[in-house]
């Protein structure tokens, strides 16, 4: 399994951008690049997701390096609900497994 | 997203008895579910994977015997913790997906304490 690699924290202050980086120089060319949170005594919820193109949703932006060795998750406006742990995930589509398999993820806290 | 759900949210029970943890997609059909253990401050470590009908798959150094695992319907699997103790205390959590080129979405967690 392709391993990535995070910062264990950050710190922003509110209403600001945040970008939180993974690298993931082991990436083959099937892994998409997932994206999760997780806040304190909950599951883990989906954020983002993308393979080559850099991808925007209601939640995030996720910015993807030319080569695909590294990506960025991009919060536009930081909120207090938005201090959890994020993790940033290979899947493999072409291993049969499909799993997921986290790392140690950025733990994130927004300052008021 | 998708709602996955697990009951319940917390258990405690006796050293040497077994608990049982369901997981269910509540607005698609699951055929592969998944299974991870948290211990405090760390991430999470998975444990199984299921596909409806078929035997769970089991990541090296997890037991099979002590964590039964039944995926027995698209919408339901199940995580029994055999002749539980005090360490297999964790925060437990399944995660399920409907196809394989689909997201997984996770449930809430289910926190079990052994005393």
């Known amino acids: 399994d392709a391993k990535t690699t995070q910062p264990n924290s950050m710190e922003s202050n509110e209403e600001e951008p945040v970008h939180l980086p993974c690298n993931h120089s082991t990436i083959s060319g099937t892994d998409y690049i997932h994206w999760y949170r997780q806040l304190p005594s909950q599951g883990p919820e989906y954020v983002i997701h993308g393979l080559t193109s850099n991808v925007n949703n209601r939640m995030a932006s996720l910015a993807i390096a030319e080569d695909r060795k590294s990506s960025t998750l991009i919060l536009h406006r930081a909120t207090l609900r938005d201090a959890a742990v994020y993790y940033c995930i290979l899947r493999d589509v072409t291993s049969g497994t499909y799993k997921y398999i986290f790392g140690t993820g950025t733990r994130l806290k927004v300052l008021a | 997203g998708a709602v996955v759900s697990q009951h319940p949210s917390w258990v405690i029970c006796k050293s040497g008895t077994s608990v049982k943890i369901e997981c269910r997609s509540l607005?698609?059909?699951?055929?592969?579910m998944f299974w991870y253990r948290q211990f405090p401050k760390q991430s999470l470590m998975l444990m199984a994977t299921?596909?409806?009908?078929?035997?769970?798959?089991?990541e090296q150094g997890v037991e099979k015997d002590k964590f039964l695992i039944n995926h027995a319907s698209l919408t339901l699997s199940t995580l029994t913790v055999t002749s539980a103790h005090p360490e297999d205390s964790s925060f437990y959590i399944c995660s399920a997906r409907e196809d394989l080129n689909t997201e997984a979405f996770f449930g809430q967690g289910t926190r079990l304490t052994v005393v």
């Open positions: 607005d698609f059909q699951a055929t592969t």
């Open positions: 299921s596909n409806e009908g078929s035997k769970a798959t089991y």
